[in-house]
């Protein structure tokens, strides 16, 4: 057996995580407001309490546009919250897997992001994602474990697909933008991968990419919710591509956040799988 600590469990990824738990593991799930990530003595009693073999840190301040007005809780969780994980690892001996973002990227490469690609993150979030990252390299070095994902979503929280959804009940036309592109990632998966990773008798330390395969705009994303729940509604939805211009948003985001997920994928040793695939199954799942 491994104890292994997940933090934010109440989260899509830490709800995916939770349900997805294998056998060999002791799943300590811990969220607010029990357990604040940012406070030292409960992070300190996180530890003593339960002697993780591996922390997964799955909480962060994850609101990027409320985060370009409140950047010092965004850094609070996403940076500072994140160097006491990391200290108590160091302090217990304990692993850190970190999951951090496509965000650090400004996404103006035109291939997809490897790992070691330097970051240049466009907003607070990222940027306080970005820092994460640092702290965790700098206290653990290259013996900790860096994920990045992105466009998550999870038939548990609120995302992407569930605002298409709802939007979709009381609207017959959806503008959504067509010039950021990335790949929508069922959080069910990462949670595998995740799961993958810590499982093994060492955990592979190093930054790794993972979403799952295939690439999109929002609006192919958007079109492809419309498409597989169309036979529940009882007239179609229009959904028509806009510019970014045209839906001005606090946070500025990355127009190109492909990530290179080959190292990630062949740890893994399953076939990824394509984005449209996981879109369907999860939907299967919120309306069986
Ligand atoms: N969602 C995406 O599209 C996306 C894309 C790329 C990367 N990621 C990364 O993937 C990871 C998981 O994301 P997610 O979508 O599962 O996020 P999420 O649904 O927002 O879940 C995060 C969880 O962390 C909790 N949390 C926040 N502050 C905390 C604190 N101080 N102490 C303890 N727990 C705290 C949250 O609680 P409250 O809800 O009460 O705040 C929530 O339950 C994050 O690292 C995120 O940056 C996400």
Known sequence: M???VVTGIMGQLGWELERSAPGWARLVGVDLPETDITRADHVER???ENRPDV??????YTAVDRAEQEPEAAYRVNRDA???????????GAHLVHVSTDFVFDGTGSRPYRPEDPPNPLGVYGASKRAGEEAVLEVLGAGSTIVRTAWL???HGANFVKTMLRLFEDRDEVRV??????TPTWAANLANFLWSLVGRSSVPPGIFHFTDAGVASW???AVAVEEETRPRRLRPVSVRPIRTEEYPTPARRPPYSVLDKHAAWALWGRRPEHWREALRRMLQELFP
């Open 153 to 155: 979503y999870s038939s």
């Open 177 to 182: 933008v067509a010039d950021q592109v990335g």
């Open 46 to 48: 996180l530890f003593s």
């Open 82 to 92: 994140v160097r006491l994980l990391a200290e108590n690892c160091a302090r217990f």
């Open 2 to 4: 491994k104890t292994v």
């Open 219 to 221: 609006y192919d994303f």
């Open 55 to 60: 922390i997964l840190n799955a909480a962060a």
